[in-house]
């Protein structure tokens, strides 16, 4: 069993920055996959960034490329999206995946807002 939690959203400002961070624990591998997925109201989740346990990045969404970045600390099992230069556009529900041992796990989400 693994336990997937994000944290670090919240209010900002357009133009300014978030970093959302999360962590898994509990029964794991050391070669987690991990991920961000974002979704906006009435439509479906959708990939923002993943990365392999390695630290390679696999995907960036395109709205987002040059703006955000996904990192990860595999001593402590998390994943980092730095969010800059956020628009109104960036505001969601983010939540943040571990894949492991063909299992995918969810955080609960974690809200950004962005305003004028």
């Known amino acids: 069993q693994v336990q997937v939690e994000e944290s670090g959203g919240g209010l900002a400002s357009a133009g300014g920055s978030l970093r959302l961070s999360c962590e898994a624990s509990?029964?794991?591998?050391?070669?987690?996959?991990m991920g961000w997925y974002r979704q906006f109201p009435g439509k479906e989740r959708e990939l923002v960034a993943r990365?392999?346990?390695?630290?390679?990045?696999?995907y960036y969404a395109d709205n987002i490329k040059g703006r955000f970045t996904i990192d990860r600390d595999n001593i402590k099992n998390a994943v980092y999206l730095q969010m800059n230069s956020l628009s109104i556009e960036d505001t969601a529900l983010y939540y943040c995946?571990?894949?492991?041992?063909?299992?995918?796990?969810w955080g609960q989400g974690t809200r950004v807002a962005v305003s004028s």
């Open positions: 990365l392999w346990w390695n630290g390679n990045v696999t």
């Open positions: 995946y571990a894949d492991d041992a063909g299992v995918r796990y």
């Open positions: 509990g029964r794991t591998s050391s070669m987690l996959r």
